[in-house]
């Protein structure tokens, strides 16, 4: 390399690539540039012919394997960034998709319940007046009445409440309070609302406990669970 310096080898290595393209261009009949670019070529293509012969594959193939590499590392990093938005994105819409199932499943267990408790207290209010009227009831008429008219998976649930309460005692009456009937009722005419009779019926009594409940807590094992707790409902 005695016919070049250092920084001239450094200089021809960079614009090798440019001399010999240019170089091409010219022999395949490009159409020549303004006197300033021909100027340029001319000075790439000395530096490259500066260059021992042995030499100049090499200056240009590193040229060619740099250009490469940049290449490569622009296209990964490209590559990566693509593939976290995709992931963000993927992320975020499994999300969306978790809370609208949820929020699906919320209101359909919602309405599965509601439609459960009109139909308890559809049941109830057909069959509260399906019993012959009597004078007075036994205990295990009333108790029969309850079954006929509360859920199965609910009658225990029930039947503790009424247990407590009164004993199944339909004229059952809170001295102090004048709380009334199976379900101590206070004040007693709340009764009228399942039906006129409420005084001397239990099974109107029985369909007002029933809805009153279903609408208060939901079920009667519901309001079990909150008596069980507070000792009332």
Request: proline content about 2%.
């Amino acid at each position: 390399m005695s016919r070049i310096s250092v920084r001239g080898f450094a200089v021809a290595s960079a614009t090798a690539v440019t001399a010999v393209g240019s170089v091409v261009g010219v022999a395949s009949g490009s159409v020549a540039q303004n006197n300033n670019d021909a100027e340029a070529t001319a000075a790439d293509t000395t530096l490259l012919a500066d260059i021992p012969a042995g030499q100049q594959a090499q200056v240009q193939s590193a040229s060619l394997t740099q250009q490469a590499d940049a290449q490569a590392i622009a296209a990964d990093a490209s590559a990566k960034k693509d593939a976290e938005e995709a992931a963000r994105k993927a992320a975020a819409e499994t999300a969306i998709a978790k809370k609208a199932a949820a929020e699906q499943a919320a209101k359909e267990a919602k309405e599965r319940a509601e439609a459960k408790k009109q139909a308890a207290t559809r049941s109830a209010a057909r069959d509260s007046s399906s019993f012959p009227v009597q004078t007075s009831y036994t205990v295990a008429q009333i108790q029969a009445m309850a079954r006929q008219m509360v859920a199965g998976d609910q009658f225990q649930c029930f039947s503790n409440i009424v247990d407590h309460e009164s004993s199944w005692n339909y004229h059952a009456t809170n001295a102090s309070s004048g709380a009334y009937g199976l379900f101590q009722a206070l004040p007693a005419g709340k009764y009228a609302s399942a039906g006129a009779d409420w005084q001397t019926n239990p099974a109107t009594q029985i369909k007002w406990g029933l809805n009153y409940m279903n609408s208060r807590y939901g079920s009667p094992c519901q309001a079990w669970s909150f008596w069980s707790a507070n000792h009332w409902y």
